[in-house]
């Protein structure tokens, strides 16, 4: 295998086996622990949601929890028992009255209708890119909170909505995870990936060479719909229920610093920050309801939990401010083409080094020429 | 692309002008480019070549006359529709992708114009290896040297294919020994497929050495146009650049043939 395969094995196979190291773990856990684990899985596929549109277009949308929270309303409504929905939500719209989706056809749903919303939102606003994104995106956030948690025809308003079937285990939460890195990782493999993926980089550049900016941010926003839909449904399934204030500014906020964290432009970044975040998070918001840690009991003050994680959050982002992967992929360092990693060969003559990238000069070669020959014996590709 | 209007011409620009903020920066300018053909565009600062470079590949808009690509009017087109048309730029600073590699950059270039993935290594590979930076493809494009980053940028340009290639300042920065090798790219591009070249350069003499013919801009306005002879005699071109003092100074603009 070469080198670049391996390196594109790694990008797909690290997110992959934290997602299930996370479910090893949760699969010993007590019940009530297994469900912070779940949440934690399902967090972190939001969070590989946001990467989608944000990581890979460069700009900020404070509305991606709008599809997760369609998603998770769409997914709840549609697999309570239709003589439920008929007691606790009277004014439903007679669509949502019937029929009872399966498990599956609820999750299938669900990120169907977050792209379809991200589809019409995307339109209006995916010319707009640094502060106006920002604004407008948080103005959809803004919108449909609104009409969630007003509009009874479409749903349970401000009330919760309750005896939703609790159908995701760890074993769906994390399968759900994963589908989620694999079709991010396929998407970056993509040719309008990579072309986004310039424009973020330069968008004049890019125009000038072709690319159709609004487009292609236009197809990350509709498939990071599409995933937050769908862990939404995740989340309505794990918990058994939903309020709209779940799914507002608190997931919002949360999931981007959890983003940002862990590297916004690497899918690893995302799934390590989101992971070890959602797992920060959920310990920090359970002591404050009294933990017990190697055998010492305490209870955080409430609010202190979210005290201490924006902090953490900030300290983080001080000592890395490109994230704790540094924006990297997984493994990436290590299996790219540094001088220093690699069985060396100095100079153009194919001579058999020492390993020093400085250039030993024993071929007369300057050490700059010599880092640059170094660098393409170690390149694999033609 | 059809020919048929504008004589045949590949690009022709008529009465093109641009103004910023009522500030003309073109004056209804007029320059046309055949198939095979490399066009200099010099003139001092703030002739308005760039803005000229600009117009033809739609980042500036023009208040009025008519730009056609191949008979067909583009100046309503965006610069990307443009690009998908066959008009090709680099950009002042060469304005690479700078956290992918050198590889990935030039890749993209095909690869934006609908080149498969397969197609476009193959052609990045060549024009890597052509200019002599298949060593550093893999490096991050913002740690190449300036001088490797604007041939990258050439490169990035040159691999879609273009009818129509326009480069603004490519040489800028370039150390002597290595301008052989851009013209030499340059010359890949007009011979292999035949585009239209136009080149913007403070090096006169590497524009001169280098274009069919060439087109004087100042001051928004077409000063003198015709070979690279004409403009080395034509005493205005002189006075454009260094005021009246370079009209006493003939050799300023004096060079050994290419």
Redesign the interface.
Known sequence: MTRSRLRLAAELLGPLALVGVVALVAAHLSTSDQTDAINVLVTATIVVGLYVFIGNSGVISFGQISFAAVGAFAAGIYTTPVSTRQTTMPDLFGFLGRPVLTNLESLLLAAGLGALFALLVGLALMRLSGLAAGIATFAVLEITYNILANWEKIGPGPTTLASVPVTTGVGQATIGCAVAVVVAFAYQRSRSCRLLRASRADALAARGIGVSIVRHRLGAFVLSGAICGFAGALYVHSLGSINVTEVYLALTFSTLAMLVVGGSQSLWGATLGGILLGILSSFLTNAENGTTVFGLSFTLPNGLSSIIFAILFVGALMLFPRGLTRNREFLAKALGERPARVGVVLGSGGKPGDGSVTGDGSDGTPAAATTAHVTAVADPEP | MSEGADDGHLLACQEVTVAFAGLRALSAVSVTLDRAEIVGLIGPNGAGKTTLVNAM?G?APIDHGSIRLGGTEISTL???RR??RGL????QHG??????SA???VE??A???GCS?REA?RRT?ALLEEIGL??????PASELSHGDQQRVSVA??VV?EPSVLLLDEPAAGLPAESLGELASLVEHARSVRGAGIIVIDHNVEFVLGLSDRVVVLDHGEVLTEGTPSHVRSHAGVAAAYFGTIGTDDPGALTVQAP
């Open positions: 590949s980042f965006s610069p990307e690009a998908h090709a730029r680099t950009f304005r690479l992708f700078g956290d992918l590889r990935e950059n993209l270039g690869i934006a114009v993935a290594r590979h298949l060593a550093l493809a893999a490096s990035r340009a879609a």
